[in-house]
């Protein structure tokens, strides 16, 4: 609540701080046996020790592992041979690089921002999906030479995002839809689109009607997943949260845009994100991935309704913010945490 009092900067950046060590610690040191993704991990990261950057002698998935990722499992095997020491330099970066973007992107709810990252970035992605947990950090960072036109810092810092998870390369469609500078309408515009293209003609089943040549050939492979597992569109819990907070922000678009720094460059990946879940939602292996890079923003838009209220009703909003994500950590606890085998009850590596 110290960001809906007015606290000073410097008093929240401490804490920001104390945050940070807190949620670097616990993402890097959880100890899952048995869990697919710490497993594959800690082989990956033995082989590395063993064998250093020759990839042919891996027996792991070290193997096929992007080169960033591979580089700094090999720098932190100098510092220690025990994978939880690489799994705590990865969490370090993760957990780092988000926290200081949300202080450099939003200075006035950057606590609030980590509150949201907390409840559902940091434990269903950071947590585990390691890899794509920094690429997504790093990309986030990128976004501040997206509105400064610094196109070849963006596309450099996108290809270090790409050698820890080549996924992270959507992101790169942020730059120029940015340039384009669209108005509300024509954001308004294109989720609506999205919507009807959703329940009309999803991409998936159009791309399944495609033949099998060229790259298409390597998609083939994955169409056996179209439609059966679809993720739904306004039966998805984060598609009806993502267009409850897009419809806010083009609601008050003006609003924002003059209370609020950076929110134009903040708010285009996240309108994409909602847009390509509603259009890929027959085919969750492209919706759910990449959706999850363009909207790395997300946690810095949710806590905008405190913009939009006088300051005698900021404590009465922050408390509403604070009882939503309550409710996202309840049922992320009940529908994700559950299925993943580790994740819960949480063990601390130091103790085992």
């Known amino acids: 609540m110290l960001d809906a009092l007015e606290v000073r900067k410097r008093q929240r950046v401490v804490v920001l701080f104390l945050v940070g060590v807190i949620l670097t610690v616990f993402a890097g040191w959880r100890y899952q046996p048995g869990a697919q993704d710490f497993e594959e991990y800690c082989r990956s990261y033995l082989d590395i020790v063993e064998n250093g950057l020759n990839k042919t002698q891996y027996s792991s998935s070290a193997g096929i592992f992007e080169p960033g990722f591979v580089f700094t499992f090999y720098v932190c095997s100098f510092i220690s041979e025990s994978p939880h020491w690489g799994l705590l330099v990865i969490a370090a970066l993760a957990v780092g690089i988000n926290l200081s973007c949300y202080r450099a992107y939003s200075p006035g709810f950057f606590l609030f921002a980590t509150l949201f990252y907390f409840i559902h970035t940091y434990i269903l992605r950071d947590m585990s999906l390691i890899r794509s947990g920094v690429a997504a950090a790093i990309m986030l960072y990128a976004l501040r030479y997206v509105e400064r036109r610094q196109v070849w810092r963006f596309l450099g810092m996108g290809l270090v995002a790409m050698s820890f998870h080549l996924a992270s390369v959507i992101f790169l469609v942020v730059y120029p839809f940015y340039r384009l500078n669209w108005s509300r309408k024509t954001w308004t515009v294109v989720v609506i689109c999205s919507l009807v293209i959703a329940y009309v003609m999803p991409f998936g089943r159009l791309l399944s009607s495609l033949p099998a040549v060229g790259v298409l050939s390597r998609v083939a492979n994955y169409t056996w997943m179209i439609g059966g597992q679809s993720l739904g569109v306004l039966t998805n819990p984060t598609v009806l949260k993502q267009l409850f907070f897009v419809s806010l922000s083009l609601m008050y678009y003006e609003t924002l845009s003059?209370?609020?720094?950076?929110?134009?460059?903040?708010?285009?990946?996240?309108?994409?994100?909602?847009?390509?879940?509603?259009?890929?939602?027959d085919f969750p292996i492209v919706s759910g991935r990449m959706a999850t890079f363009l909207s790395v923003t997300e946690v810095l838009i949710m806590p905008l309704p405190l913009a939009l209220v006088n300051r005698r009703s900021r404590l009465l909003m922050g408390g509403l913010l604070v009882l939503l994500a309550g409710l996202i950590l309840y049922m992320n606890g009940n529908y994700y945490l559950s299925d993943v085998p580790g994740l819960l009850p949480y063990r601390f590596a130091p103790l085992f």
């Open 258 to 281: 003059t209370k609020i720094p950076h929110f134009k460059v903040l708010l285009v990946p996240y309108v994409m994100s909602v847009c390509w879940l509603m259009v890929w939602n």
